[in-house]
């Protein structure tokens, strides 16, 4: 009775929400080996905050469900366009298309090719497989039309999607619990788009998230918005991270925050406290620069720890068991690996902060900004001269991250996405890398880009081209739209063709032959 009297006085943000258990995403799990889904994008009414509006999000829900495969799984995912006008954010239909950030799979359609858009009205059904060797963990899905990410991610499109099989590596582990909490910033409608943006975990702010005394559960953590950090801390409970941006750890990791730059995600065991209690769930202030968000210290939820104690002293002494059966690529194996070539990659902005460059040229689809061959490994140095971070994130690949300067306090190893500090004194903010173009599977066209997606949509993203081995050009990149009415991309089964004029297979190839409609609507005005 003592503790549900404290917890009605806690303050923790979230007004009338602090008393709610915050709630847990849907998880839909592959049958068979193949994992059938529909994602409907339309305006929905949503609870966000505590507070009520209409927002574009999937289907009918802030949170939508968590896509759950295992290597060698296909993914047959229909995305619905049916955004229109909104409380938040959107005023009108718009194109949309959907990107699988952190998946290894061919940047080719029905894969995943953020150059094809789904017009208003118009479904998409993008097709791909979990490749055999696929490091497993947390992942996520977004919209990714350049010019209208922020807009559409701010309105609550975004959610987690998991190769499953981590476990499999930390067996003695198989049997906690498992939660997801998606992690997102937005403008609530009436907000300052100028001021912080609310976060929220689950969509709630202000919520609970119950524990035992000494209960172990793996926690799957995504920073899935748009522009905003996260760095979650709480008193007295304990992280031990198996999983950094879907890479697992040759051992857990302890650690006294998780610090979740736009983009990345975390997986994590987390030992409650040995004493009952209410412990404050909170973001840190994350120090953007001067030009950067404002990000901070905020109270997103309490702990309530209550109940009977689980002794899990034994299970405990079990997180410094090394991980088994490792069957991807380390980062002593990258670390290792001949370099072809360094570059230097620089991003700056305009002195607004309205306008976004990579070695000082904005976004252009027509533009070549990198090309390789396949099998070359190379070593950027990824430089910041701007007076706020930027998040670095490429397509396709993980990298490995082998310092970074001006004290920030991201995470070395594997990784993709990588916060990048701002300029400092004069000093620019320095991320040295090793990027292995060394699969198969990412032989095309694709993109490397800030995760501050305002950044991304104001022009801070550049074009990569891995060329198979023979070949001197690809076809010209084009950005093209699946309408309502339209029936064929032409586009993306001509990319497969040169794909295989080089002998490289389309591993992703649709169930379907090249040429058969994709797109299954009736017209709908734009």
Known sequence: MALALALAACGGGGGSEVDET?????VLSSKGGVLNVTLRQSPSSVVVAGHRFTSNVFNDSYIPPVLKLRRGDRMALTLQNRIGKADNQIDAPMETNLHYHGMSITPIAPGDDVFLHVGSGADYLYEWDVPANHPQGAHWYHPHAHGLVETQILSG?????IVDGLLDHYPAFQQLRERHYLMKDIVLPGDDPGGAKTKTINGRLGGTIRLRPGEMQVWNLGNLGADAYFDLAIEGLQFWELNRDGNILPKPRRLDSVFLPPGSRSTVIVVAPAVIGLYPVRTRA???????DPNDTLQLATLVVDGVPVDSAVLQARLGDSAVALDTATAAQIAALPITRQRTITFSETDDGNTFFIDGRTYDVSRDDVVVHLGEVEEWTL???????????IHQMDFLVKSINNGDIDETGL???IDIPYAQNGVPGVVKIIVPFTDPLMVGRFVFHCHIVEHEDGGMMANVVVLPPGASAMPAARMRTMTASSSIDTIGAS???WLADYGVVAANR????????VCTAAPQAQ
Do not use: Q, W, Y
């Open 495 to 497: 990319l497969r063709r």
């Open 510 to 517: 649709p169930s379907m032959d090249l040429e058969v409609p």
């Open 415 to 417: 990784r993709d996405v």
């Open 22 to 26: 915050i709630p847990e995403p849907e």
């Open 157 to 161: 499109m975004s959610g987690m999607l």
């Open 383 to 393: 430089v910041n001269v701007s007076a706020e971070r930027h998040v670095f994130h």
């Open 286 to 292: 994350v120090d953007t620069g001067p030009k950067g």
